[in-house]
């Protein structure tokens, strides 16, 4: 499959995803060690920093940019790029190396790779695998969204509209009692919890149907989780019903509301 989008030239969604794949497998190698082994350090942000980001970051940029030269890179972990370079682009690629880097080191499989294709302000195109079961979600405009398993087989995804009984879905790590309040105002009658950007994939896979999110997250955290969720069928905006916006001053996004129609 190919993704065509206006002036943009053709990208082959085999090699795009075989560099998600790659990075996940990159991932692995830390990930099987022993937590002895496994080197946590703290970010500025006092976020946690393994090994495990920066040789996802390294192969998703080097491969990246050679598949695309002409498409801009924004990373978690690479660097950061002023907004007067930035706020002029036409498209860039939106990259979280490794999202839920809490549940990696909690060793609970519940992170990804997360690459978003940008057009202005919105995500037109977004993967997700997810390294521990071999998963892997893609959605873009005018494709739809889909779900390859590693046995091959390639499902279309349909978020699952005109239910009544709605499954919330919300952070592992980093629930906020605000998010209790929105909910009540929809027929949610279970809430489960996901880390990273799995959120999206279970709505666009139909097995959630809102994912509200008072605390901050960063664009690359939300971006191609955007894109697949939206693709399936799935709304995503501010919690005042406006467009959530990306390359933005400040990469830290306000709180979202993504859910069924
Ligand atoms: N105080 C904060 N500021 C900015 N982002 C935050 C944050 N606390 C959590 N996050 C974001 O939430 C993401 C994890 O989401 P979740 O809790 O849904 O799994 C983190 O991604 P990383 O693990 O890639 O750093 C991080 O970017
Ligand atoms: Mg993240």
């Known amino acids: 499959m190919t993704f065509a989008f206006k002036d943009l030239p053709e990208i082959d969604l085999t090699k795009l995803n075989a560099i ?23 970010k500025e942000d006092q976020s946690p920093l393994t090994v495990a980001d920066s040789l996802s970051h390294d ?22 790029i002023p907004y007067g370079t930035r706020k002029n682009w036409e498209y860039f690629w939106c990259v979280d190396p490794l999202d839920g880097t809490k549940e990696f080191i ?13 057009y202005k302000n919105t995500p037109v195109l977004g993967i997700i695998y ?8 893609y959605g873009g405009i005018n494709i739809g969204s889909w779900k390859e398993t590693p046995d091959g087989v390639i499902k279309q995804l349909h978020a699952e ?15 906020s009692p605000e998010e209790t309040a929105i909910l009540s105002q929809y027929p949610v009658t279970e809430t489960i919890t996901a880390g990273s950007s799995l959120k999206f994939c279970l709505i666009a896979e139909g097995k959630a149907h809102i994912y509200y999110r008072h605390g901050p997250t960063m664009e690359w955290d ?12 799935a709304t995503m905006t501010t919690p005042d019903g406006e467009s959530f916006m990306y390359n933005k001053v400040s990469l830290l996004n306000g709180g979202f509301l993504c859910k069924v129609k």
């Open 106 to 118: 909690k060793h609970n499989g519940e992170f990804t790779v997360n690459i978003a294709l940008i």
């Open 161 to 175: 509209v005109n239910s009544v009984n709605w499954t919330a879905v919300g952070s592992r790590s980093h629930a």
């Open 130 to 137: 997810v390294p521990v079961t071999g998963e892997l979600y």
């Open 222 to 233: 939300t971006a191609a989780g955007q894109a697949i969720a939206v693709f399936s069928g």
């Open 20 to 42: 998600a794949k790659q990075a996940g497998a990159e991932i692995l190698t830390v990930y099987n060690l022993s937590s002895e082994n496994m080197k946590v350090t703290q």
């Open 59 to 80: 192969v998703i940029f080097k491969s990246l940019s050679a598949l695309t030269p002409h498409i801009p890179i924004i990373s978690e972990e690479g660097k950061d």
